[in-house]
């Protein structure tokens, strides 16, 4: 096992030009997946790249630093179309792994129930992985590529993810379902915003969690409800057949399940953005 | 590699060199000494180890050592500066430590918390306390303590006039160290010098196993010292609970019945075994057919895993009385159903952890434990030692619900400190722990119930398949536990019920709160709801009409006294009428969100089923005039130290403050028996009181005063008094006794029971307590979600010997059963961390009333009853009746996850 906790971005991506590394953040992935082993991996700690914090904009995007925490988010002065990316921020494990743990991190981590991922997805966000020979943005959408699998390459750091102007329109809303009130995995989660302009629906993006190996955008759906009037919302969502999803059964719910209450927190992700306030679908 | 770090630990600097990935945990507990920080998880999951680092809380078990350079990190150390803080005083008032586990990382938690915001809301409390986990208080008392509300709180125990102890709350009297981290727990204290210990654990559920050349092993790995497996084992290599069925190896035998059972042990040096990769222990795999279901188990193709259990079937129990069939055949109206129950894991948050030495030739055990004389007698015959060259000395427990009642690290490190002549240390990681360490039977149960057009009960017929797992641990006393419960305290005449504890190659089953009522109960009070359904009565006016009443005969034949079943129904009535009415207000317009109301009851027998269950307490008066109390009834965390002093300080007629308390040891405790059974209160106390009148008449004697007479201690002398006379005797004129005392008892308390025959008839228990309970909830019909209002809870506990003490039994039984009912199912291979198996969080428990119903027990000390126990077994069948009032759904397998209400309400709708 080796060790380094570089200073500078240039310095990790010459480490990272080598030889594989397992990155190191918040340590709320990292750690766990030890399982009480000790750690083997080559271990590259991030924790020292100052250019790796906080959040900047352009005129084009909102850049998150692939270090900023999710207590960080709740407390960026983020438009309010990042609402359900806070929503989400609140709902991860507990305040003290929302402490430490990277919005990044999660996105990294790839797990189907990713807390961040709908959000992001609904967002339109890019993730920006830089290595020794320049920089690149991917759309989330292909970035993840399954259960613990991203496109990352291994000489490449996640060093940002941003999210396009455009899609910062609009209000949003966010829906987990688990069975208990904090520190839970969610049994699905949707993410949707809604931009309303003159009494139609102007721009619609909507993403549902844990009803598939990766989060999925539910395109179908967007389709259908782009001009809508909002009355119309709740009828078109309860009419659509959400071929996007491929729920299974696992201990937390079953796959028919999953599909049914999907449907439901769909609709209530909306009604939220919408500006109707419903209750969220974690059990209190 | 090794980093230099310097940082501050609660104000002061230090310096350390670590490894740059060492969890800041560890950093705090093995490198500076501070084990005030727990370790529950060492994944995020249960928070115990939360601590503040540069204004934040984190969990150290996540934060690389690399990122303290120059941070201020606050512990549960730092939070008292000489005496007290605020907020560490309001957790003793109000009883808001019970283990003491995860009271630092709640504490830690609570403060940060108040930093920013001196009032805090309900939900600022949750929001700030949801990420750590207790498993004992059913966090209504933390709320509490951290808003300082004002509800019942304790008092300071010197405080407490004499003779006023019993009925009095006085704060817990080893409460001090459990809010400064200053009480020791299994992982807190290790000799400098001691191995550390790593457990070989099959990976299969079933199979066949050759160790290879562990000597080449042990060459290969610098800092191993030696590997041991069965061979090595000096005496019987076979242990449980029940000792005529005793069945379980320390280390497996060539073949291993259960994944996670232990096959060999590595002893070695602490960094070369934190360091070492199991999979490359010599041992070889050879898979059997498994079964992991009764059903499956019980088929003439699946061999019996124990010779002579045909079948599988580990043994049953069995009561009856009169004539079931013809009572239901002829009955107005009946209710029959079935259910399955799971997998529940205790999920103390404390997973085991001891260490062993020999002092002399005497092994010296320090673990965690509820059962010191067991784990001593266990030990003993597994390492071929006589008993008295055992030493148990129990470490605070934090957390054991019946799950460490069974030895399971004891045999392991005793093993190597007398093989190796070195302490040997050993800290269950929570998987190990989850994998190794008993569960609640699953249960699988069938019950029909009938009632006359009155609605009376004619009969029951119940029976139940109880997963034991692979061995016997306490399946015998489930089997036997539940025939007598399941009628739930009503009158039954016709009656016969039958449980059986079936082996699988699934976890082994053993004691967790209750030994199977709760389930049995699950199936009893959800068929009465359909009873008072089809009968078109008041679900609880049925209850009251059919409650046992003093004189009433139980389904065994015992006739009852001291019954409080029908009181504590009837305190439920006024609430229950309010909340009714506000379920009909709330349906009345439709929506998503249904609201139900639920009731149900339990009833329950106090210590060892028919079998004799005797407990010793000694008291003496010591030279320098202090009252010390041998309490040998481990507290874990249920308030034994308190409670069996309280009843003792009255029974001898001196104040509380005048005691000091000698905690289990058994080379200086007698024998109190085992933590388990709701006995402590009863039996244990009853030998205080016992012993406690025993030493007072020897001092009356001595004296020869009356019983009228009060005594005292002051500055050293015993004083008598009786009317005018006062009589002074200098303690230290007097010649101590071999102990050291000049004045002592020893009193031991066996309740009258008697065995039970073939029909199950007879006295299994001196003493029953009762309750019934009162959920609120809504359920959300498109989500299958269900969100509790508000429990109440009325207990008949006889008498209250500590009422905090009994509100934080109640609170935290509540939260468990919570659990039963909404979330815990423990599939093994699957659930084996806390993210993935869900224990309620501090936002999952609503507020609970209580309400104490104070029937005197005749046999009962002071008149109390049990209590531990009790207080889970109504939750859950109270929750699954609220959400049938609610969706007309019933469930047929619990924990009753959204998945399983909504697919039930959909079957419903299908039927409709």
Redo the contacts between chains.
């Keep these: 096992m080796d060790?380094a906790?570089p200073t500078t971005l240039e310095e990790a991506l010459e480490l990272m030009r080598s030889r594989p590394w397992t990155v190191?953040a918040?340590?709320?992935d990292?750690?766990?997946a030890?399982?009480?082993?000790?750690?083997?991996a080559d271990?590259l700690?991030i924790?020292s790249l100052r250019e790796l914090k906080g959040f900047s904009r352009s005129d084009s995007h909102i850049v998150i630093g692939a270090r900023m925490s999710w207590?960080e988010l709740l407390e960026a002065p983020l438009p309010p179309v990042f609402d359900m990316l806070k929503q989400a921020a609140r709902d991860v494990?507990?305040?003290?792994?929302q402490?430490?743990g990277t919005v990044a991190g999660n996105l990294c981590n790839a797990s189907p129930a990713a807390d961040g991922v709908p959000p992001l997805l609904a967002l339109d966000a890019e993730v920006t992985l830089t290595s020794h020979a320049g920089k690149r943005h991917v759309p989330l959408s292909r970035f993840i590529l399954g259960n613990r699998k991203t496109m990352r390459e291994a000489d490449e750091l996640v060093t940002a993810i941003r999210v396009p102007m455009a899609a910062c329109e609009g209000r949003s809303g966010f829906v987990k379902?688990g069975?208990?009130?904090?520190?839970?995995?969610s049994?699905a989660m949707a993410a949707a915003r809604l931009v309303l302009d003159s009494g139609r629906v102007r721009g619609v993006a909507i993403a549902v969690g844990s009803c598939s190996a990766v989060a999925r955008r539910l395109a179908g759906l967007e389709a259908v409800l782009a001009g809508a009037s909002p009355d119309a919302v709740p009828a078109l969502v309860a009419a659509y057949g959400f071929p996007e999803l491929a729920p299974i059964d696992d201990?937390?719910?079953?796959a028919?399940?999953r599909r049914?209450?999907a449907r439901?927190?769909v609709a209530r992700a909306l009604a939220q953005a919408a500006g109707e306030v419903l209750?969220g679908?974690?059990?209190? | 590699?090794k980093l230099s770090l310097s940082f501050a630990v609660n104000g002061a600097l230090v310096e350390a060199e670590v490894s740059?990935?060492q969890?800041l945990s560890s950093v705090l507990r093995d490198e500076l000494g501070l084990t005030g920080t727990k370790v529950g998880c060492?994944?995020?999951?249960c928070?115990a180890c939360?601590v503040v680092v540069d204004g934040?809380?984190?969990?150290a078990?996540?934060?690389?050592a690399?990122?303290l350079e120059g941070a201020q990190v606050r512990t549960v150390e730092g939070l008292s500066n000489g005496a007290l803080s605020a907020l560490q005083e309001s957790f003793l008032r109000h009883g808001a430590a019970q283990c003491g586990i995860c009271t630092p990382g709640i504490l830690v938690?609570a403060a940060a918390l108040l930093e920013q915001n001196a009032s805090p809301t309900e939900d600022e409390v949750?929001?700030?306390l949801?990420?750590?986990?207790c498993r004992c208080t059913g966090y209504r008392k933390i709320i509490d303590a951290v808003m300082d509300a004002n509800r019942r709180a304790g008092v300071e125990p010197g405080l407490v006039k004499r003779g006023e102890a019993v009925g009095a709350s006085p704060i817990r009297l080893d409460g001090a160290r459990k809010v400064t981290g200053a009480e020791v727990f299994g992982a807190d204290e290790r000799p400098a010098d001691a191995l550390s210990v790593a457990v070989v654990r099959s990976p299969h559920w079933h199979a066949e196993f050759e160790i290879g050349d562990v000597d080449a092993f042990v060459a290969a790995h610098p800092g191993v010292v030696a590997v041991f497996t069965a061979a090595d084992i000096p005496g019987e290599n076979r242990f449980g609970v029940i000792p005529p069925f005793a069945d379980q190896p320390a280390l497996a035998e060539g073949r291993a019945r259960f994944r996670g059972e232990a096959v060999a042990l590595i002893a070695g040096e602490r960094a070369a075994i934190?360091?070492?990769?199991l999979g490359d222990f010599p041992v070889s795999w050879h898979p059997l057919p498994h079964a992991l279901s009764p059903s499956e188990a019980k088929r003439e193709d699946f061999a019996p895993l124990h010779e002579g259990r045909a079948g599988n079937l580990l043994t049953k129990g069995f009561v009856e009385c009169g004539d079931p069939e013809a009572a239901l055949a002829a009955s107005h109206v009946t209710a029959s159903a079935s259910i399955e129950t799971s997998y529940v894991e205790h999920a103390y948050i404390e997973p085991e952890a001891g260490y062993a030495v020999m002092e002399g030739d005497t092994l010296v055990i320090k673990a965690c434990t509820q059962a010191p004389y067991m784990d001593r007698d266990d030990t003993a015959r597994i390492l071929g030692l006589p008993p008295e060259k055992v030493r148990i000395v129990p470490l605070a427990t934090g957390g054991g619900f019946g799950s460490k009642l069974d030895i399971s690290l004891q045999p392991l490190v005793g093993l190597v400190a007398m093989r190796t002549g070195r302490p040997a240390a050993l800290v269950y990681?929570?998987?190990?722990s989850m994998r190794s360490t008993t569960k609640r039977h699953p249960a699988s149960m069938r019950a029909t119930i009938g009632a006359d057009e009155n609605g009376h009960i004619t009969g029951m017929v119940f029976e139940g398949d109880f997963n034991t797992g692979a061995y016997a641990s306490w399946g015998p006393t489930v089997a036997n536990r539940v025939p007598v419960h399941a009628s739930g305290p009503y009158r039954t005449p016709h009656y016969r019920a039958e449980g059986r504890a079936i082996h699988t190659n699934g976890p082994i089953s053993g004691a967790f709160r209750g030994f199977g009522v709760p389930q049995a109960t699950i199936m009893q009070e959800t068929l009465y709801d359909r009873l008072a359904e089809k009968l078109g009565r008041d679900r609880l006016q049925l209850r009251i009409d059919n409650a046992y009443v003093d004189g009433d005969r139980t389904t065994c034949g015992q006739r009852l006294a001291g019954v409080g079943i029908k009181q504590c129904l009837e305190a439920l009535q006024p609430g229950w009428e309010r909340a009714l009415l506000e379920a009909q207000a709330a349906n009345a317009a439709g929506g998503k969100?249904r609201r139900g109301v639920g009731v149900a009851s339990c009833w329950y027998g106090c210590g060892n089923t028919a079998l004799p269950n005797p407990s010793t307490i000694r008291v003496g008066i010591s030279p320098a005039g202090r009252v010390v109390l041998h309490q040998g009834a481990v507290d874990i965390g249920q308030g034994s130290n308190t409670v069996v002093t309280q009843i003792c300080a009255d029974a001898l007629g001196l104040p509380l403050s005048a005691f000091e308390l000698l905690c289990g040891d058994t080379s200086i405790t007698p024998d109190a028996g085992k933590t388990s059974a709701s006995r402590q209160t009863f039996i244990s106390g009853k030998a205080a009181q016992k012993a406690g009148q025993a030493l007072r008449e020897k001092i009356l004697r001595f004296a020869n005063v009356s019983e009228a007479a009060e005594i005292g201690l002051e500055d050293g002398f015993l004083t008598v008094r009786e009317g005018e006379a006062l009589r002074r005797i200098a303690l230290n004129d007097m010649k101590p006794d071999a102990l050291g005392y000049v004045f002592s008892a020893q009193e031991t308390y066996d309740p009258p029971t008697t065995a039970l025959d073939e029909k199950g008839q007879g006295v299994p228990y001196a003493v029953y307590g009762y309750g019934a309970q009162l959920v609120e909830l809504e359920v959300?019909i498109?989500?299958?979600?269900?969100?509790l209002l508000r429990i109440v809870a009325a207990h008949d506990i006889g008498r209250a010997i500590n009422p905090l003490l009994v509100e934080g039994q109640i609170e935290g039984g509540i939260a468990q059963g919570i659990g039963l009912a909404?979330?815990e199912?423990y599939?093994p291979g699957?659930?084996e961390?806390l993210?993935?198996y869900?224990i309620?969080?501090?936002?999952?428990v609503p507020p609970i009333e209580t309400i104490l119903v104070e029937v005197p027990d005749p046999e009962g000390p002071f008149g109390a009853k049990g209590l531990g126990e009790h207080v889970l077994i109504p939750t859950a069948p109270a929750i699954l009746n609220a959400i049938r009032h609610a969706t007309g759904i019933a469930i047929g397998k619990v924990p009753a996850?959204?998945?399983r209400v909504?697919?039930a309400i959909?079957e419903r709708e299908g039927e409709a």
């Design positions: 060790y906790r190191l918040g340590g709320t990292f750690y766990p030890l399982g009480g082993g000790p750690v083997k271990v700690d924790n207590s494990g507990s305040v003290q792994i402490n430490v379902l069975a208990r009130r904090y520190l839970v995995i049994i201990v937390r719910g079953t028919s399940y049914e209450a439901e927190i209750g679908g974690i059990a209190a | 590699m740059p990935l969890r060492d994944a995020g999951d928070g939360s934040k809380v984190v969990c078990c996540l934060v690389p690399a990122n938690s949750k929001d700030a949801g990420g750590v986990l934190d360091l070492l990769d990681s929570r998987g190990d969100i959300d498109t989500l299958g979600t269900v969100k909404l979330m199912e599939v699957r659930t961390n993210h993935d869900l309620p969080t501090i936002g999952d996850t959204p998945s909504l697919a959909r």
